[in-house]
């Protein structure tokens, strides 16, 4: 096992987050594409494990400054994944060491680019990405919001520690139509798949829904909201983490459309 740079080959497993085999991540649609393409010019850098051709692993960080948590000469951890679902894809690859491979491999990088240190993000809950991994890999928590918890590895003393940027606006609700807001910022393909999911149920009831979708990579309109993913029917939030299903959020949004005065 190696770790290399993305690259021409690695860029379509990278993109469906290693999962080419899964239909569910098909519906997120080109977002993640968009939002690559759109990044990879601000400084996103992507590592990938690579074993006999086939991708196992893959970590993506971005300068704090273009990522959802303030800061500054940081580096920020989006996200790290090595594939883990037994019997699909590469299989289960978990626990032979190569995420901590990949997370030094982007350390060193980013130390070579002189920045004062990384930041990384997890859940505090024994799941998905959990903050204890990066705790146990020499990481310490600096912020918290919900079940986001923020940690970081300074490198020198002069380093900042960073801060999570907080919600700042919540979506209205619709005016005699239910009003289904996805703010989608297109690097996290479950995120991605949940907004068209929400797309699709919304067009399904006709014009007694209206759907925006807010674009927040385009960092102005991130900062006005203050967080970069999230769907609100009529103004209330949808716990997105485990991305709901098409048939969930149609239920959900069908007792709003059940309420609308005719
Ligand atoms: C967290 C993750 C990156 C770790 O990668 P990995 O290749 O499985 O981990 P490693 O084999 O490099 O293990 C490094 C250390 O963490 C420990 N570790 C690994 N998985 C662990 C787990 N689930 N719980 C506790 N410790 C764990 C290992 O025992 C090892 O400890 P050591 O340093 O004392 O030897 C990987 O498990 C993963 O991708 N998890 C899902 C994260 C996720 O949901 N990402 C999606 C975000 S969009």
Not at 5 to 23: F, R
Not at 55 to 84: K, N, S
Request: charged share 30%; proline share 4%.
């Amino acid at each position: 096992m190696e770790i290399v740079d993305l690259s021409k080959e690695t860029l379509g497993p990278y993109l469906v987050c290693l999962e080419d085999w899964s239909e569910d991540l098909k519906e997120a649609g080109n977002r993640k594409e968009i939002w690559y393409k759109r990044m990879k010019d601000k400084g996103l850098r992507v590592k990938m494990a690579v074993e006999n051709g086939k991708a196992l692993g893959m970590i993506q960080y971005v300068p704090i400054e273009a990522a959802f948590a303030e800061g500054r000469d940081l580096y920020f951890i989006h996200c790290i994944w090595v594939h883990g679902h037994k019997g699909k894809g590469v299989g289960n690859v978990q626990k032979r060491g190569i995420g901590k491979a990949l997370l030094h491999a982007a350390e060193e990088d980013v130390r070579g680019m002189g920045k004062t240190g990384v930041a990384a993000w997890g859940v505090w809950l024994p799941f998905w990405m959990r903050a204890s991994w990066f705790r146990k890999q020499g990481y310490t928590k600096v912020d918290r919001d919900g079940m986001a918890v923020l940690l970081w590895k300074p490198f020198s003393q002069d380093a900042v520690p960073p801060r999570w940027i907080r919600m700042k606006k919540k979506p209205d609700k619709g005016e005699g139509r239910v009003r289904v807001t996805a703010l989608c910022s297109g690097w996290c393909q479950v995120q991605n798949m949940t907004c068209e999911r929400a797309r699709r149920a919304s067009a399904a009831f006709g014009d007694k829904v209206e759907f925006c979708e807010v674009d927040t990579s385009d960092r102005a309109t991130y900062l006005e909201w203050g967080i970069p993913d999230g769907l609100f029917i009529d103004g209330k939030s949808v716990v997105t983490g485990p991305p709901p299903s098409y048939q969930k959020i149609m239920k959900k949004i069908a007792k709003k459309v059940s309420k609308l005065k005719t």
